[in-house]
């Protein structure tokens, strides 16, 4: 029984913003807690920090939030 695990290959056409690298990453290469996505494109994947902060500044205006 092994003690650690390999960790998965990517695949293929799934893109992924690595917040620890800050790139992006075709396939899952760094571990779940440190990326964004998946992406369909690594264009998509190259705006997940804009994205995010877009979905935030929504987040602060909507009145359910701000109680």
């Known amino acids: 029984m092994a003690l650690f695990k390999k960790p998965a290959p990517g695949k293929p056409g799934e893109w992924y913003y ?5 790139r992006v990453e075709e396939g899952p290469e760094c571990r779940a807690a440190d990326r964004m996505g998946p992406y369909a494109t690594r264009e998509e994947a190259s705006h997940a920090m804009e994205h995010a ?8 205006g909507d009145p359910r939030w701000n109680d």
Do not use: I, K, S, V
Request: hydrophobic content about 25%; glycine content about 0%; overall charge neutral.
């Open 18 to 22: 690595c917040l620890r690298h800050q």
């Open 53 to 60: 902060a877009d979905r935030e500044r929504d987040w602060q």
